[in-house]
């Protein structure tokens, strides 16, 4: 079964790859950043990193690099990365529920800051491993 990802010479190997890369770490950025312009406490969406529709769609595509990272280390097509378990999908799932169904202005949900910290926790910089002991 052949990908089309706009270029036919890159093997979908490399190309669900590139996918799962792109989602993660634009996702885990939009988190981070969501994540401080909460704790600013400003209200004002211009202080948000990125508009609530780039932040919804990359927290979408987000929620499906999880996925993509659990079926690939589950089929052996990727190696490594962090483990993802159904309740990460279902905490980024919700995420992306929240976000589409928020609308600026109006109070963002109190369970948007809690599912960003914990896939923070889950996935953020602080948890690649270290050499020392």
Same mark, same amino acid.
């Given at each position: 079964?052949?990908?089309?990802?706009?270029?036919?010479?890159? &093997?979908?190997?490399?190309?669900?790859?590139?996918?799962?890369?792109?989602?993660?770490?634009?996702?885990? +950025?939009?988190?981070?950043?969501?994540?401080?312009?909460?704790?600013?406490?400003?209200?004002?969406?211009?202080?948000?990193?990125?508009?609530? +529709?780039?932040?919804?769609?990359?927290?979408? +595509?987000?929620?499906?690099?999880?996925?993509?990272?659990?079926?690939?280390? +589950?089929?052996?097509?990727?190696?490594?990365?962090?483990?993802?378990?159904?309740?990460?999908?279902?905490?980024?799932?919700?995420?992306?529920?929240?976000?589409?169904?928020?609308?600026?202005?109006?109070?963002? &949900?109190?369970?948007?800051?809690?599912?960003?910290?914990?896939?923070?926790?889950?996935?953020?910089?602080?948890?690649? &491993?270290?050499?020392?002991?």
């Amino acid at each position: 079964m052949t990908q089309n990802n706009g270029d036919e010479d890159t &093997p979908p190997t490399i190309a669900r790859l590139m996918r799962w890369g792109d989602g993660f770490f634009e996702g885990i +950025a939009c988190l981070e950043g969501l994540l401080n312009w909460i704790g600013s406490g400003s209200s004002s969406i211009a202080d948000l990193a990125v508009d609530p +529709a780039t932040l919804s769609s990359r927290v979408e +595509a987000f929620e499906s690099a999880l996925s993509e990272l659990k079926e690939g280390v +589950a089929s052996g097509e990727m190696e490594g990365g962090p483990p993802v378990g159904d309740d990460d999908i279902a905490r980024a799932h919700r995420l992306k529920t929240l976000l589409k169904t928020w609308t600026p202005g109006s109070d963002l &949900p109190s369970e948007v800051a809690t599912l960003a910290e914990q896939l923070i926790a889950n996935f953020g910089d602080e948890q690649e &491993p270290t050499n020392t002991p």
